[in-house]
């Protein structure tokens, strides 16, 4: 069992940046892949950047790429998104999740946190 708790969410002016943290509990962190997907008003939801077990292969959406970057702390247990350069259409609902496989397919990650709002103005 894995359970993940974003923080770091906010509102911020176009053009500024976030760190979003994901602390995961549970044993299997370490040997899990990471994600981080976004939902926003009216919106579905939509992968924005992967990362394998170890932290050596990564994957980002196009709408990000050069502006986000994930990471992941293994002794901390805990995943980062840093955004740079936001735009108002980043602005959604950020989640983290956790699974067994490093993908893009986002039913086959199998834990998800609450979700952190993050808002970028114009």
């Known amino acids: 069992q894995v359970q993940l708790v974003e923080s770091g969410g906010g509102l911020v002016q176009a053009g500024g940046s976030l760190r979003l943290s994901c602390a995961a509990s549970g044993r299997t962190f370490s040997s899990y892949a990471m994600a981080w997907f976004r939902q926003a008003p009216g919106k579905e939801r939509e992968l924005v950047a992967h990362?394998?077990?170890?932290?050596?292969?990564?994957g980002y959406a196009d709408s990000v790429k050069g502006r986000f970057t994930i990471s992941r702390n293994g002794p901390k247990n805990t995943v980062y998104l840093q955004m740079n350069s936001l735009k108002p259409e980043d602005t959604a609902v950020y989640y983290c999740a956790s699974g067994p496989r490093d993908t893009n397919r986002e039913r086959l990650y199998t834990y998800w946190g609450q979700g952190t709002q993050v808002t970028v103005s114009s």
């Open positions: 990362i394998n077990w170890s932290g050596g292969s990564t």
